[in-house]
């Protein structure tokens, strides 16, 4: 059976679902998108991606003509048409097709295209092995808290990651990790959680928000302030967080071993609460 991908208001089989040549998601990398985690066949902190989606479609002026209500819809008809348990439905709205040229255009329509994927992520191989991470400069743009579409920077960290033989990569920019190539980079030192202040230097990660919500339940303190590879080399514990990875330990980073090569006990604490949280539909009060 095909899966089914929406595409501007149809919900059309895989082979069937195309855009215009002429979008300017395609040609200009001129839109956003967002990924929601789905467990046990339900949404994972859905309505918090959707108003990070609200957001960064503000911040470079694309209308939005969906309400929050008719997206949160689509994506659960996805996961119904697709019999999707576990995995992630994929979002993109693009400013529309028109002609080539830098300007917006007028009265253009913007696109929509969700498709979803089914992956393991409660009991995927790395939790238990922790991953290994490689650094990487960070070359992109200078609005990282946009979820923008163009992620070429982040395309060559991570081919570089798997030529290296690594699972993700950590972007540096002057000796500091600014973040993971699609996840929020933590270090762990005592029972402080530390982790680079939000600014346009970071995506705002909506999995960061959920893990600094659970402190409450742990004797864990958080430390925002943003630090050097030689801390990370030289921390108890590393993991990162994003929609997909969850909570995920790093054992490696740049050939040096974390926490004697295995997952921690802090990370692995987290994890678990996260977990509790997303099977319950991953809604913060």
């Not at 917006?104 to 991953?131: C, E, M, S, W």
């Not at 990487?136 to 808290?145: A, K």
Request: charged share 25%; aromatic share 8%.
């Amino acid at each position: 059976m095909s899966r089914i991908v929406y595409v501007n208001g149809e919900y059309l089989p895989e082979e069937e679902a195309k855009i215009s040549v002429f979008d300017r998601g395609f040609i200009f990398a001129d839109g956003i998108y967002e990924v929601s985690a789905v467990l046990g066949g339900k949404l994972v902190d859905c309505e918090a991606h959707l108003a990070r989606l609200e957001r960064s479609c503000g911040e470079i002026n694309l209308p939005l003509p969906w309400s929050r209500a008719e997206l949160v819809a689509i994506h659960e008809e996805m996961i119904k048409r697709n019999a999707l348990d576990e995995g992630g439905v994929y979002l993109q709205v693009t400013r529309g097709a028109a002609d080539r040229d830098f300007p917006f255009p007028k009265d253009i329509k913007p696109t929509l295209v969700l498709f979803t994927q089914a992956r393991n992520y409660v009991n995927a191989p790395t939790v238990k092995t922790g991953i290994k991470v490689v650094t990487f400069p960070d070359l992109r743009w200078e609005r990282r808290d946009i979820k923008s579409v163009g992620l070429l920077g982040q395309v060559l960290a991570k081919q570089f990651a798997a030529e290296q033989g690594a699972n993700d990569a950590w972007l540096v920019e002057d000796g500091v990790v600014t973040e993971g190539a699609s996840a929020t980079a933590w270090i762990v030192k005592g029972k402080t959680l530390i982790s680079r202040p939000l600014s346009n230097k970071v995506l705002p990660g909506i999995t960061r928000k959920a893990v600094l919500a659970f402190l409450a339940e742990t004797d864990f303190t958080f430390e925002e302030r943003t630090f050097t590879l030689e801390e990370a080399l030289d921390a108890e514990e590393a993991f990162i967080t994003s929609a997909t990875a969850f909570v995920m330990p790093v054992t490696s980073l740049d050939g040096h071993t974390i926490h004697n090569g295995a997952p921690g006990p802090t990370t692995l604490r987290l994890r678990e609460i996260y977990v509790d949280f997303a099977r319950k539909g991953g809604v913060l009060g």
